[in-house]
């Protein structure tokens, strides 16, 4: 085979991997053909489409102006040229050159729809949408500027228009990635809601399919929910006699059991919202003594909602109050019931979600005998979310490697903590609309910070203190070539972790149950290591952070996130009111303290924890105020962590929106790596970082980089 033949198979293999986003693998081949063949244009201009793509744009414009050189109206490489300028932040030169080529090709739909993105970062919202509109003359089913046009819709306040944009879009393709992101943005950031079929219809997918973490959208179905004036009228009356159960001798029950928002909540994620939560305690006492005291089956709606409601109360973990009536009633049924599987007796059909809204079903002695019985669909579901589930995490505790011993007094009390109320409780994570490599993510989060490219190829990972799982998994799906080892002090936490990665088919990691603190025993090391929310929990917070640093190659990252002194004001007066009280942190009491916080009066900052998600699950509220071990940190304080062990600071994970606030406060881009302007803005900002300080940091390396910047050790 001549050197043309090979080069051309090595572009036809690398085109295959290119065209399904596997950008490393595209690129080691393009290499191989472009060392073969280096005058041929095709191969250097999808070698710099490619850089371009992993965020590396410099590399890319090396051979974007390769190209150019010989062929100056290259189409392609302007376009990979103009992109790569818009990402570096240089606006108006990316202008310039889609104007060159939207007069090159006039009819090239891409050129005006990058026209219109870059015409909206630069603030020209008219002339942006005039691009837009121009593209869609010339294609009107192309969904891409569809979700262009409405996001610079939304930006500028039409929201209805850019919701009619998605709509058409999701039409077209119901499974464009990208239209299902700008549909997260619209709702969660924009704060749109809309009534109609249409809406509620691509509310619910969001919430089931996910396109997100389904904690995003919790808020967005519940403001659906207030837009029935009826059903706001209903859950004002429960909140207003509460903690008083409200008669709802009058309520419209079936407009409720048939309310598929309702329902879409109820079977996917905690519902943050106070009077939400009374007025569905009120109906699990009225469904409860309907069920037990009723003498016929009940109706298909009826058994749907009740099913739903016992799911909500699973997934919260039977947070909602209860009196001593409704105890003394849920233990009755219980006993009725395990009479009946020891004697092999029917069950009534209604009992059985009458009594998972109190106790899950796994208590009930004879449990796993519910799997052998036929049960209408919702109870089947019901059994396997309360009985199937639980035995699959039993089984998979014996089969979690122990890596580590676990010795310290601090580890011990809150492995302990974490075996008895494993944390967060989470139904459903998001799988990404595009994988990527670690370098190109920060590359493009963090442009102009300290950051140094660091890995080709395969990235060892440690997530350390992985909790349930929710953090890893996310991870393993969202950046490619990443083998992620995940460990934790508790085996129950980590057997649900391993049953919801096998659900999601993530291969790409492993848990075991290990001690931070002795993780310094281990062979390996990382490139980027995640300890998210953790630190903070251990005796000597800087101890732990000095272990994961020597478990880090040189020039590797680590993801961190400790809590706010300052945004945490409200749960330090939570902690003192429950020492007051003489809570402690067994369900009965963290179910009394939320009550009290709940009676407090409006002005008490404990109320503001009202808005925090954690809140509303028995575990995530004993981790928020019940913890047996907390440190909490401010800017200077983290500094204080990060220069003894030469870790070098690369930026706060931020959304757009936070990111906005700040610019606006200190406007020089560099602004954005100073720590000091940090701590300025949340003096000023004091409830910025309630969602915690999380922050990515580098390990300081002197060696020189290499002929690409890349550097694996």
């Not at 036809?12 to 065209?19: Q, R, T, V, Y």
């Not at 409200?570 to 009280?581: E, F, G, H, M, T």
């Amino acid at each position: 085979m001549d050197t043309l033949e090979r080069a051309k198979n090595l572009f036809l293999h690398a085109l295959e991997h290119h065209n399904r986003n596997r950008w490393q693998e595209a690129e080691s081949l393009y290499r191989q053909a472009h060392a073969l063949v280096p005058d041929r244009l095709s191969v250097s201009g999808n070698l710099a489409a490619v850089l371009a793509a992993q965020g590396r744009y410099a590399e890319a414009r090396k051979f974007c102006d390769l190209v150019l050189s010989i062929e100056p109206d290259h189409i392609d490489c302007l376009m990979v040229l103009a992109s790569c300028t818009r990402e570096e932040g240089n606006w108006g030169s990316a202008l310039q050159l889609l104007q060159r080529l939207a007069t090159l090709q006039p009819d090239h739909v891409e050129i005006h729809s990058n026209l219109g993105i870059v015409l909206g970062d630069l603030k020209r919202s008219d002339e942006a949408l005039r691009s837009f509109d121009r593209a869609l003359t010339l294609d009107p089913a192309h969904v891409g500027v569809l979700v262009n046009r409405s996001k610079e819709l939304a930006t500028v306040g039409r929201c209805s228009d850019a919701f009619e944009c998605l709509e058409r879009a999701l039409i077209i393709d119901p499974e464009f990635a990208l239209a299902h992101s700008g549909f997260i943005d619209l709702v969660s950031n924009h704060q749109f809601v809309a009534a109609g079929a249409a809406f509620e219809g691509l509310a619910i997918r969001a919430i089931s399919a996910p396109w997100c973490r389904p904690q995003v959208m919790a808020q967005v179905l519940i403001r659906t929910l207030w837009l029935d004036s009826t059903f706001r009228e209903w859950t004002g009356a429960a909140a207003s006699v509460w903690p008083t159960r409200v008669s709802l001798d009058d309520f419209p029950l079936a407009r409720v059991f048939s309310n598929r928002v309702l329902l879409a909540l109820l079977g996917h994620v905690p519902i943050t919202h106070v009077p939400l939560e009374q007025l569905l305690t009120t109906l699990r006492y009225r469904l409860f003594n309907d069920a037990v005291g009723g003498d016929r089956e009940p109706d298909a709606q009826r058994l749907t909602f009740h099913c739903a409601l016992a799911q909500q109360c699973f997934i919260n973990e039977y947070v909602y109050d209860e009196d001593l009536g409704e105890k003394a009633a849920a233990r009755a049924l219980q006993a009725e019931c395990e009479a009946a599987l020891s004697a092999d007796k029917p069950i009534p059909v209604a009992w059985l979600p009458a009594l998972a809204t109190y106790i899950p079903l796994l208590s009930l002695r004879g449990a796993d005998r519910l799997l052998s019985r036929r049960w209408p669909d919702d109870i089947r579901l019901l059994c396997e979310q309360q009985v199937r589930n639980p035995l699959i995490e039993r089984n998979c505790r014996a089969e979690i490697p122990r890596l580590t011993k676990i010795e310290d007094s601090a580890s011990r009390e809150v492995r302990q903590q974490y075996e008895e109320n494993p944390y967060p409780r989470w139904v459903g994570s998001a799988r990404p609309f595009q994988r990527q490599t670690l370098d190109a993510y920060l590359l493009r989060r963090f442009p102009g910070s300290a950051y140094r490219s660091f890995s080709m190829g395969a990235v060892a990972a440690l997530n350390a203190g992985c909790g349930t799982g929710q953090h890893p998994i996310e991870t393993a799906l969202r950046f490619s070539e990443m083998d992620v080892l995940a460990v934790d002090l508790s085996l129950t936490s980590l057997a649900y972790a391993t049953r919801m990665a096998t659900l999601a088919c993530v291969k790409n990691i492993h848990f075991a149950q290990a001690d931070i603190l002795e993780l310094a025993s281990l062979e390996r090391r990382f490139d980027f290591i995640e300890s998210d929310g953790v630190l903070h929990h251990l005796r000597e917070p800087a101890r732990g952070l000095a272990v994961l640093k020597s478990l880090l190659v040189k020039n590797g990252v680590m993801k961190l996130a400790f809590y706010s002194e300052q945004a945490r004001q409200p749960v330090v007066a939570a902690r003192a009111l429950i020492q007051a009280a003489q809570y402690t942190a067994n369900a009965h009491d963290i179910r009394r303290c939320r009550h009290d916080i709940m009676g407090l009066d409006e002005q008490r900052i404990e109320r503001q924890l009202l808005e925090v998600a954690d809140f509303y699950t028995l575990s995530e509220c004993r981790d928020l105020l019940f913890h047996v071990q907390e440190h909490r940190f401010d800017i200077p304080g983290i500094r204080e962590l990060l220069d003894p062990l030469d870790l070098e600071f690369i930026g706060f994970e931020l959304t757009p929106q936070q990111l906005a606030g700040f610019r606006e406060a200190f406007p020089c881009d560099s602004s954005l790596y100073s720590l000091n302007n940090w701590h300025d803005f949340e003096i000023r900002n004091p409830e910025f970082f309630v969602g915690m300080y999380q922050f990515w940091v580098q390990r300081r390396c002197v060696e020189p980089a290499s002929a690409y910047g890349l550097r694996r050790n």
